[in-house]
C-alpha cells in the first residue's frame, strides 16, 4: 500500500509545482476579441483568437471571461505553448441548445498537448437536456459531447469550477501527469445518462478534493492505465459513486494502481467505493487499493466489487481476467439501503486476494445486513459489520 505520509507529500508537491510558474501576467479579455456575453452570439473564434495570443506570448498570460454568457461551439485549444496560460472565468460558458451543433467529436471544450494551464471559477454548461432525450428515446444520437477535457496534457489546475448538465461527461482526464481539480461543483440530474462527474485514464498523479459531485453516473471513474490517484473530501450523490473501472473492456489492457479515496460523504448513490471488471478474458488489473474514512448515507451499495459488469447492450458471462488485489477498506460506516452492505463478486479464474476489512459498521436499517464473498480473500480487523464472509 501506498502510505499516507507519501499521498500528502504528492498533494503537496503536485499543487506547488504548479503554481510555481505564476508571474505578472499579461490580462486578455476575450471581450477584446469580439466575443459577445449576450449566450446567443457564437464566440468560439473570438475565444480561439484570445487562446492564440496567450499561447503566443513570451509571458504568462491570463484569458479574462467576464461577467455574462458566452455561447462556445465545439472549441480546441492547441498547445503547446511558450509560457503559463490562466484562464480566470467570472462568468458563464454555455454550449448551443441544439446538441447537433457540436458534431461528433465527443468534445466541447478540449485542452489538447498543453503545459501549466489553470482554470479558475465560472460556470460552464453543457445543456444536455435535449441530448439525453434523444437517448432515451432510442434515436441516432451524435457522440455525446464531454464539456471539458484535458488530452495529452501535463501541470493542470481546476479550482473553483462549476459545469453544469454535460451531455456525457463532465470534466475528463486522458494521458496527463500532474493534475489538480480542486473546489468544483458538478450537478446533473440523477436520471441524466452517462453523465460522471471526473473521468481519469491514462493518467498520473492526479489529485481530487473538495468537490461536491451531482450526477446520472459516477460521481468519479478511474479507468484503465491510471496510476497515483489522490480523491478527498468528496461529497457525492445522487449517482453511481466513485468507480474504478470498468475495466477488462480489452484483452490487452493497462491496469490502475496506487489509489486512494478519503474523508468523503455518499449519500443516496447507488453504489459507494466500487471496483468493476467484465467478465470477459483481460490481462488488465487493480491494485493497491485504499478506501477509508468513508460515510455511506442510505448507499445501496456502499462496498461492492462486481467482475461480472455488464449492460442491457453486452453482457459477455465468461471468467473476467482483470487481478484485483491489496485492496483496502478501513473506517467506513452508515447505513445500506440493500441488506447486503459488502459484496465481493470477483472472478472465478482470477480471483479476488489481499482483501483487508478494517473498522467496518455498516447498518440495514430494515432489517439484517449482511456480507457476500465469491472468490475472494483476505483479512479483518477490529469490528466489522455485517460480519464477514472472507
Same mark, same amino acid.
Given at each position: 500500500? $501506498?502510505?499516507?505520509k ?7 508537491l ?7 510558474k ?5 490580462s ?9 456575453? *449576450?449566450?446567443? @452570439?457564437?464566440?468560439? =473564434?473570438?475565444?480561439?483568437?484570445a ?11 491570463t484569458?479574462?471571461v ?7 461551439k465545439q ?7 511558450i ?11 454555455? +454550449? ?5 451543433s ?17 482554470i ?5 454548461d453543457?445543456?444536455g ?5 434523444c437517448?432515451?428515446?432510442?434515436? !441516432? ?23 453544469l ?9 486522458? /494521458?496527463?501527469?500532474?493534475?489538480? =481539480?480542486?473546489?468544483?461543483?458538478i ?18 498523479q492526479?489529485?481530487?478534493s473538495?468537490?461536491?459531485?451531482m450526477?446520472?453516473? *459516477? ?7 491510471t496510476? /497515483? $490517484?489522490?480523491i478527498?473530501?468528496i461529497?457525492?450523490?445522487?449517482? /453511481? ?5 470498468s475495466l477488462? +473492456?480489452?484483452s ?20 459507494g ?8 478474458p ?14 455511506? @448515507?442510505?448507499?445501496?451499495?456502499p462496498?461492492?466489487?462486481d467482475q !461480472?459488469?455488464c ?5 459477455p ?5 482483470v ?12 447505513t445500506?439501503?440493500?441488506?447486503v452492505?459488502?459484496?465481493? *463478486?470477483c472472478? @472465478? ?10 473498522d467496518?459498521?455498516?447498518v ?6 449482511t ?11 477490529? $469490528? $466489522? ?6
Amino acid at each position: 500500500m $501506498v502510505h499516507k505520509k507519501n499521498h500528502i507529500i504528492f498533494l503537496f508537491l503536485a499543487t506547488l509545482n504548479i503554481f510555481l510558474k505564476t508571474s505578472n501576467a499579461a490580462s486578455i479579455n476575450v471581450v477584446s476579441f469580439g466575443a459577445k456575453s *449576450d449566450g446567443k @452570439q457564437d464566440s468560439s =473564434i473570438p475565444f480561439l483568437r484570445a487562446w492564440s495570443s496567450a499561447c503566443k506570448s513570451n509571458e504568462a498570460s491570463t484569458i479574462y471571461v467576464p461577467v455574462g454568457s458566452f455561447l462556445l461551439k465545439q472549441v480546441t485549444f492547441w498547445g503547446p505553448c511558450i509560457n503559463k496560460i490562466d484562464f480566470k472565468i467570472d462568468g458563464s460558458i454555455v +454550449a448551443p441548445s441544439n446538441y447537433g451543433s457540436l458534431g461528433n467529436s465527443g468534445y466541447w471544450i478540449l485542452f489538447m498537448k498543453v503545459n501549466w494551464v489553470s482554470i479558475f471559477g465560472g460556470t460552464i454548461d453543457g445543456k444536455g437536456a435535449g441530448y439525453w432525450r434523444c437517448r432515451k428515446a432510442g434515436k !441516432r444520437c451524435p457522440n455525446g459531447a464531454r464539456s471539458i477535457s484535458f488530452s495529452w496534457s501535463n501541470n493542470i489546475v481546476v479550482s473553483g469550477l462549476t459545469s453544469l448538465n454535460s451531455k456525457e461527461i463532465h470534466i475528463a482526464v486522458d /494521458h496527463c501527469k500532474n493534475v489538480v =481539480i480542486k473546489d468544483v461543483k458538478i450537478r446533473a440530474p440523477s436520471r441524466s445518462p452517462n453523465t460522471d462527474g471526473i473521468n481519469v485514464q491514462f493518467s498520473t498523479q492526479v489529485t481530487i478534493s473538495h468537490a461536491t459531485i451531482m450526477t446520472g453516473d *459516477d460521481c468519479i471513474s478511474i479507468n484503465q492505465g491510471t496510476t /497515483h $490517484v489522490w480523491i478527498q473530501r468528496i461529497a457525492c450523490g445522487p449517482g /453511481h459513486g466513485i468507480s474504478i473501472g470498468s475495466l477488462g +473492456a480489452y484483452s490487452n489492457e493497462a491496469g490502475v494502481e496506487n489509489v486512494t479515496v478519503t474523508d468523503s460523504v455518499f449519500t443516496k448513490t447507488e453504489n459507494g467505493v466500487r471496483i468493476k471488471s467484465w467478465a470477459k478474458p483481460s490481462n488488465g488489473y487493480a491494485r493497491n487499493i485504499e478506501f477509508r474514512n468513508l460515510i455511506m @448515507q442510505n448507499v445501496y451499495n456502499p462496498i461492492i466489487i462486481d467482475q !461480472r459488469y455488464c449492460t442491457k447492450r453486452e453482457c459477455p458471462h465468461k471468467s473476467s481476467g482483470v487481478k484485483i488485489s491489496s485492496v483496502s477498506y478501513e473506517h467506513i460506516k452508515g447505513t445500506s439501503a440493500s441488506p447486503v452492505a459488502i459484496k465481493f *463478486d470477483c472472478s @472465478q479464474s482470477n480471483p479476488c486476494w489481499g482483501l483487508k476489512l478494517q473498522d467496518i459498521n455498516l447498518v440495514y436499517p430494515k432489517g439484517s445486513q449482511t456480507s457476500s464473498c465469491t472468490n475472494a480473500g483476505g483479512s479483518i480487523s477490529g $469490528v $466489522v459489520n455485517p460480519k464477514s464472509c472472507l
